[in-house]
C-alpha cells in the first residue's frame, strides 16, 4: 500500500472519506458474463488509489483547502438528507447507496454538486488507470489491451545548461517563454545580432527526459501538473509547461491562420498586416523551417474512422499538415508526452536550436519570471526566480527589451504584476471550448497509436460568419479516455473501459468569441474564468450532434456523448431512435459539468490592436505606454483563430520581432 504523502494537510477522518469516495468509484468487484475477470478483480484498495490521489492535489493551498471541504461536506449528515432522502454520513453507507449518491451529485441541478462530483471523480479516473508502479506500468493496461511507449532511442537537443553563478545577468534581450511565439522571436532576434536570453518556467524537458508515461508526462510537462481548469472545473486546460511550451506535446497540426480569420483579425485590430503580403511570409518562413506537410500525414485507425465517416456523408474533409520530419509511425502515438526521436519539429529542436546555433542566445530553465522592471516607461530588465538543486533564487536581468511570451494565461499576469494597466489586459479570453465524442467499434482502433491528427472536417467552419465547428481524431491513452469516460456507476464504467481499444475518439473543436477573462487570485495563482456563451453553446450541440452521425456513418456499434448521464446510441438504433437521440443532444445543455468539455488552445488576453483603448499592444507587438516591452504568443490574437493556433502564433512572432530588428 502507498502510504499518505507527508504533509499533503488531510486529517483522518478525511482520508477515511477519500477511500470511501474512491472505493466507491473503482472497486474491486466479481466479474459477470464477458467481464474480464483480470479487469474487475482490480479495486482501489489495492491499488492505493486514495494515496495517490491525495500526493496528486495541487500544491496551492486553497485548492487543496478546497477539496478538504468537499470531503468534510460529504461525510456530513445534511448532503446526504439532500441527495438520498435520509441522513447518511457518506463513509458509513453501503456500497449501492453510495453509488447513489455519486450519482446524485454528477447529474444535480446545482452546479457546485456537479462541480464536486468532478473533483472527485477525474483524478480518481485517471489515476487508476494511468499512475504508475516503480517499474513504471499500471495493472490495467495489459488488461484493456494498451500498450506502452516501446523503447526508443533518445535524441537529444544540444543546449548547453548555463551556469549562471551571479544574481545578475545581462543582454540586449529576455525572452519569457520557450514555447511557440518565445522560441520565433528568440532566433530571429539572435539572428540579428542581439545578445539573447530566453527563459522557461518549466523544467528542460529534452528527449532523453521524456519518459512517455502518461502521468509521469502529465505532471512534468503541463500546466499545473495537468489540473489546470476554471474553477468550477468544467472546462479542463490542456497548457504545456515546459522548454518548447506546448510544441513538445501538441498533435503537429499544422494549419495556417485561414483567410477569413486574418480579415476579420485585420478589422478587429485596425492592423493591415495581417491580410498584407508579410504576414504570408511569416506564414511561410515558420511552415518551412518546421518542414510542414502531408508526406507524413500517415492515416491510423483513429482517424480513418473520421474519414470514413465523412466519406459516407459526403463531408468535406482532408489531410492535415504536420510538422514532422523523420517520424516513426509506431511511436507516434506517444509523442504526446514528447517526442524522443526529434521528428516531431517542436520549437526546442528548431527555433530554439538555431537561436543558441547563432551564439547569441542562451536558454535557461526553471526560470520564472516575477516582473519586468520599467523606468519613465521603459524596459530596464526583469526581475526572475531560479531554481536549482539547490532551491530558489532571485535572479536579475539587465535588459532593454523584453518579449512576453508566456502565453494567454501568464503573459496578462507577468504584464500586471509588471504595473501595465489597461481595460482589456486579461479580458478577451479565447479557449476553442472542445466536445469529444466516442465510437465503439467491432475492430480495434487504439487511440494511442500511430500519428495523433491527420484528418480534418471543415464542412460546418464556418457556418455563423467566420465561426464555426471543426473535427478532428483526439489521440488518448488511459488516464485520459477513463477521465473522459462518464461515470454512472462502477461496474458501468469498468466495463467501458474494458473496451476501451475499441474506441474511436473524434473532438469538435469550436470557434469562441473571447467572452472569457484571466486574473489573479490572492494566492497568485491565475484564475481562468470562462463560460460558452450561447452561440458557442450551440455550435458545441451542433458538433457534437455531427459527430454522432459521423460515428454512425463510419460503422460503430455504439456511440457516446460524454454527458454526465451517460447515454449511448447503438448503431443498430432505428431512425426513429437516432432522431430522438440526435434531438436530445441539440437541445440539452453542455456546459456546467453536464458534459465534458476541453481546452488546448488559449488567445486573446494581450491582444493586439491600433488603440490603448481596444487593445494591450500595437501592430509591432510593443505594448501600450511601455518602450521595449512586447508581446509575441497567443495572448496578442486580435480574436480566436478558428484552427490550431501553432503556426499563427509561430508567424505573430515572426512579424514582431522583425518589427523589433527593423526598427
Not at 16 to 34: E, I, N, S
Not at 149 to 165: D, N
Not at 277 to 284: I, K, N, Q, V
Not at 593 to 621: E, K
Amino acid at each position: 500500500m502507498k502510504a499518505p504523502p507527508p504533509g499533503s494537510g488531510l486529517s483522518d477522518s478525511e482520508r477515511t472519506t477519500l477511500r470511501a469516495v474512491c472505493d466507491t468509484l473503482f472497486p474491486a468487484m466479481v466479474a459477470r458474463g464477458d467481464e474480464d475477470p483480470r479487469l474487475f478483480v482490480l479495486g482501489a484498495r489495492a491499488m492505493a488509489l486514495s494515496a495517490a490521489v491525495e500526493e496528486a492535489l495541487p500544491d496551492e493551498e486553497l485548492r487543496r483547502d478546497h477539496f478538504r471541504r468537499l470531503l468534510r461536506v460529504l461525510d456530513g449528515p445534511v448532503l446526504g438528507f439532500v441527495l438520498l432522502g435520509r441522513p447518511g454520513r457518506f463513509s458509513t453507507l453501503s456500497r449501492t447507496d453510495r453509488e447513489r449518491y455519486l450519482r446524485a451529485m454528477a447529474t444535480s441541478r446545482v452546479p457546485a454538486l456537479r462541480t464536486g462530483f468532478e473533483a472527485l471523480r477525474r483524478l480518481g479516473a485517471f489515476l487508476f488507470y494511468a499512475d504508475e508502479d516503480e517499474a513504471g506500468g499500471n495493472p490495467t493496461w495489459e488488461r484493456i489491451g494498451y500498450r506502452p511507449a516501446p523503447p526508443a532511442e533518445a535524441t537529444p537537443t544540444s543546449f548547453p545548461a548555463p551556469h549562471i553563478r551571479r544574481s545578475e545577468v545581462g543582454c540586449d534581450v529576455c525572452v519569457i517563454g520557450s514555447g511557440a511565439g518565445g522560441s520565433v522571436a528568440a532566433a530571429e532576434l539572435a539572428r540579428s545580432g542581439n545578445s539573447v536570453l530566453v527563459i522557461e518556467a518549466g523544467g528542460s524537458g529534452d528527449a532523453p527526459a521524456y519518459k512517455q508515461r502518461e502521468r509521469s508526462a502529465t505532471r512534468d510537462l503541463f500546466l499545473e501538473h495537468g489540473t489546470a481548469s476554471t474553477p468550477d472545473l468544467s472546462i479542463s486546460i490542456l497548457a504545456g509547461a515546459t522548454l518548447g511550451g506546448g510544441t513538445p506535446v501538441n498533435w503537429q497540426t499544422s494549419f495556417r491562420t485561414p483567410a477569413a480569420v486574418r480579415a476579420e483579425w485585420a478589422e478587429i485590430s485596425g492592423c493591415g498586416h495581417f491580410v498584407n503580403r508579410s504576414f504570408d511570409e511569416s506564414l511561410d518562413r515558420v511552415t518551412a523551417r518546421l518542414a510542414v506537410s502531408t508526406k507524413e500525414s500517415e492515416v491510423n485507425e483513429n482517424n480513418a474512422v473520421l474519414r470514413r465517416g465523412c466519406e459516407r456523408l459526403g463531408l468535406r474533409h482532408s489531410l492535415i499538415p504536420r510538422n514532422a520530419a523523420g517520424c516513426e509511425s509506431d511511436e507516434c502515438g506517444y509523442c504526446i508526452f514528447g517526442c524522443r526521436r526529434g521528428g516531431k519539429q517542436s520549437a526546442a529542436v528548431t527555433f530554439l536550436a538555431d537561436a543558441v546555433a547563432t551564439g547569441n542566445a542562451t536558454v535557461l530553465t526553471g526560470c520564472r519570471a516575477e516582473r519586468v522592471r520599467m523606468e519613465a516607461g521603459r524596459v530596464i530588465g526583469v526581475d526572475a526566480v531560479h531554481t536549482t538543486g539547490a532551491g530558489e533564487r532571485p535572479l536579475r536581468i539587465r535588459c532593454d527589451t523584453v518579449i512576453v511570451a508566456a502565453g494567454a494565461i501568464h503573459s496578462p499576469l507577468l504584464l500586471m504584476r509588471s504595473g501595465v494597466d489597461g481595460t482589456e489586459l486579461g479580458r478577451n479570453l479565447s479557449l476553442h471550448p472542445t466536445a469529444p465524442v466516442a465510437g465503439l467499434y467491432e475492430q480495434p482502433v487504439r487511440t494511442w497509436e500511430g500519428p495523433p491528427q491527420t484528418i480534418v472536417c471543415d464542412e460546418l467552419a464556418e457556418i455563423d460568419g467566420p465561426y464555426g465547428v471543426r473535427f478532428e481524431s483526439a489521440p488518448a491513452h488511459p488516464g485520459l479516455l477513463a477521465l473522459c469516460t462518464p461515470w454512472t456507476e462502477a461496474r458501468d464504467h469498468r466495463r467501458r473501459m474494458q473496451d476501451v481499444s475499441r474506441y474511436g475518439a473524434t473532438i469538435a473543436l469550436v470557434r469562441d468569441r473571447g467572452r472569457g477573462r484571466v486574473r489573479q487570485g490572492r494566492d497568485g495563482r491565475a484564475i481562468i474564468e470562462y463560460r460558452p456563451g450561447a452561440p458557442e453553446r450551440s455550435l458545441l450541440r451542433r458538433g457534437m450532434a455531427e459527430l454522432v452521425r459521423i460515428h454512425l456513418a463510419a460503422g460503430a456499434a455504439e456511440v457516446f456523448t460524454l454527458h454526465a448521464d451517460g447515454r449511448r446510441l447503438p448503431g443498430t438504433a432505428s431512425p426513429a431512435e437516432r432522431n430522438r437521440f440526435l434531438a436530445k443532444v441539440l437541445r440539452d445543455p453542455v456546459d456546467q459539468n453536464r458534459s465534458v468539455l476541453f481546452s488546448a488552445h488559449q488567445m486573446g488576453t494581450c491582444r493586439m490592436g491600433s488603440s490603448a483603448r481596444t487593445a494591450v499592444c500595437g501592430p509591432d507587438g510593443r505594448v501600450f505606454g511601455a518602450r521595449g516591452l512586447h508581446v509575441a504568443d497567443a495572448s496578442a490574437f486580435p480574436a480566436s483563430s478558428g484552427v490550431n493556433p501553432m503556426i499563427s502564433i509561430m508567424a505573430l512572432a515572426d512579424h514582431t520581432a522583425r518589427e523589433i530588428t527593423s526598427g
